[in-house]
């Protein structure tokens, strides 16, 4: 009886996907404040994106896309960065892989908020810290299909919605 009651334990680790999307850097981590280098020139900052790295993506990944997204700001939130169309064999972007005429790791960059297909940093107004949301996510195509018709705050909405697995990390940053 005792073997059968741990082989019913162990059923659900038996079916648990053998991937999980992990995303790293070495320059944001989740709860701590953007460097300067890496938010925008009215706040001191270079405009730089950081540098990022994912692994642990599932077999059938034949792209990647990446977004950068602060859901505090007015209006519903604001797209800061998005590339879509990332080779499947890219699992990194150095830092500034996201200034104006680069593309990113072999992918494309899709307009953002301002209207950018490149790299805008965290520029919030006075008050509470943002947070942003930087995610990879793994697509199941070699392109992104977003229709043409969606806005940079539609991106994130398509992404997840289409994704095979996804992985973010949430820097904060407010301005002083």
Not at 63 to 71: G, I, Q
Not at 152 to 171: M, S, Y
């Amino acid at each position: 009886m005792p073997r059968l009651l741990l082989a019913a334990a162990l059923l659900p680790m038996a079916v648990t996907p053998a991937f999980a999307l992990d995303l790293k850097s070495q320059d944001v981590a989740t709860g701590e404040s953007f460097a300067a280098r890496f938010v925008c020139p009215d706040q001191g900052g270079k405009n730089i994106s950081p540098e990022l790295s994912w692994s642990g993506a599932p077999a059938a990944t034949k792209s990647f896309a990446l977004t950068m997204f602060d859901p505090d700001a007015p209006h519903g939130g604001f797209l800061h960065w998005a590339v879509v169309d990332i080779p499947a064999a890219t699992t990194s972007l150095p830092q500034n892989a996201g200034a104006a005429g680069t593309p990113p790791g072999g992918g494309s960059g899709y307009p953002n908020g301002v209207g950018h297909a490149f790299y805008d940093g965290p520029c919030p107004p006075a008050g509470p810290a943002h947070h942003y949301h930087i995610t990879v996510y793994a697509m199941p195509g070699a392109h992104a299909g977003i229709p043409p018709d969606t806005g940079p705050r539609g991106v994130t909405i398509w992404l997840k919605k289409h994704a095979l697995a996804a992985a973010e990390i949430v820097p904060v940053f407010g301005k002083k």
